[in-house]
Nanobody
Framework: QVQLVESGGGLVQAGDSLRLSCAAS????????MGWFRQAPGKEREFVAG????????YYADSVKGRFTISRDNAKNTVYLQMNSLKPEDTAVYYC??????????????????WGQGTQVTVSS
């Protein structure tokens, strides 16, 4: 089992940047595929970015491609989401998630077994 704690959210203006962190504890972090999802009020949880165990394969939603970067540091048991050129439509609660089974699509929330509590990102226009 793994516990996930997100940090780094906040209130920023359009065009600003934020870096989210997700610290993991428990089983070996490097054995998990990781993902970031977000959920805006009244909307379903949506995929943002995913990363494989080694960090060599990255996956992004079209809406964030070119602006967001996912990365991981297995020595620090942490996954990051660097968010640049933020837009008001990026406003949401951001969640990190871990997949311990190694199967399923990165893009589906059903793939992930463990979730953090979320961190709020608000982008004002």
């Amino acid at each position: 089992q793994v516990q996930l704690v997100e940090s780094g959210g906040g209130l920023v203006q359009a065009g600003d940047s934020l870096r989210l962190s997700c610290a993991a504890s428990g089983r070996t972090f490097s054995s998990y595929r990781m993902g970031w999802f977000r959920q805006a009020p009244g909307k379903e949880r949506e995929f943002v970015a995913g990363i494989n165990r080694s960090g060599g394969s990255l996956y992004y939603a079209d809406s964030v491609k070119g602006r967001f970067t996912i990365s991981r540091d297995n020595a620090k048991n942490t996954v990051y989401l660097q968010m640049n050129s933020l837009k008001p439509e990026d406003t949401a609660v951001y969640y990190c998630a871990a997949d311990g089974d190694g199967g399923g699509s990165y893009y589906s929330f059903k793939t992930y077994d463990y979730w953090g509590q979320g961190t709020q990102v608000t982008v004002s226009s």
